[in-house]
């Protein structure tokens, strides 16, 4: 089992950037795939980006590729979301998902643990 802590979400103006970071308790991090997510009021829940276990495979939600990068550090158990070129259409709840499974999946229904989010709010 594994346990995600969000942090690094706030309030930014429009064009401005944000890193996010996603701390996992547990010796095992590097078994799992993990993923962001995000939620906006009123809307469901949108697949943003995922990572392999290594790093060396990731996937993105179209509404944000090119702008966003997710990275991890298997060393410090921490995933991070690299947000960039943030418009008002950004701003949700953001969430950190882990799953054991090796594929890298875009449905929420993919991931078994989950953060208690942090919240990014962009400007115009």
């Known amino acids: 089992q594994v346990q995600l802590v969000e942090s690094g979400g706030g309030l930014v103006q429009a064009g401005g950037s944000l890193r996010l970071s996603c701390a996992a308790s547990?010796?095992?991090?590097?078994?799992?795939?993990m993923a962001w997510f995000r939620q906006a009021p009123g809307k469901e829940r949108e697949f943003v980006a995922a990572?392999?276990?290594?790093?060396?495979?990731?996937y993105y939600g179209d509404s944000v590729k090119g702008r966003f990068t997710i990275s991890r550090d298997n060393a410090k158990n921490t995933v991070y979301l690299q947000m960039n070129s943030l418009n008002s259409e950004d701003t949700a709840v953001y969430y950190c998902?882990?799953?054991?499974?090796?594929?890298?999946?875009?449905?929420?229904?993919?991931?078994?643990?989950w953060g208690q989010g942090t919240q990014v709010t962009v400007s115009s």
């Open positions: 998902a882990a799953t054991g499974r090796p594929a890298l999946q875009a449905t929420r229904n993919g991931y078994d643990y």
């Open positions: 547990g010796r095992t991090f590097s078994t799992y795939v």
């Open positions: 990572i392999s276990r290594s790093g060396s495979g990731t």
